[in-house]
């Protein structure tokens, strides 16, 4: 068997690459990593989100569960002070342009999130509302605000709650 090989002239530049060549391998490299930095970003703005959502609907959740745990039984007419039916430890207020009995409350805190930088604030607006008197009938509304790279964000809970049940 015989191989041949043959020498490339000096000067013709036959085996090398050309600078338009190393450019455009550059330039589709470059668009390349932006892309894969780009998306490592959002990535990571997006757990941010995730985990500072969650921080605030457990914030709402236990804003929701507070109201839900004050004692409060529906006979409001009943005086005695030795047994149910006496007690009611919301001060419900009847609102003007409504004729509703409310309840309002609003709560600063920060979020429970572990952060590097400062505390992210959060604010809690919660409403007990008495919707229907026969059925007793109230609806708590926990609405939590925070703000997250100059954005607010809102997440509201709503749930209804019956009096505490009669022995």
Known sequence: ML?????AKKGTGANAFTLAEVLVAFCIFGMVTAGM??????ANQMSEWSSQSQ?????ALQGME???????????GNTSTNGP????????TVNTNTGL????????????VPTTGQPIPVT????????HNNPALRQI???VVWTMHGTPFTITVVTLRAPDQLQ
């Open 37 to 42: 930095i780009y998306g490592y970003v959002q």
């Open 141 to 143: 509304v926990s609405q």
């Open 66 to 76: 507070r109201m839900r745990a004050v004692q409060w039984d529906a006979e409001e």
């Open 101 to 112: 009995k409310t309840y309002s409350t609003v709560d600063n805190d920060t979020l429970d």
């Open 124 to 131: 809690d607006n919660i409403t007990v509302t008495q919707i």
């Open 3 to 7: 191989v041949h090989f043959e020498q």
């Open 55 to 59: 921080a605030a609907m457990s914030y």
């Open 85 to 92: 039916g006496t007690l009611d430890l919301l001060p419900m």
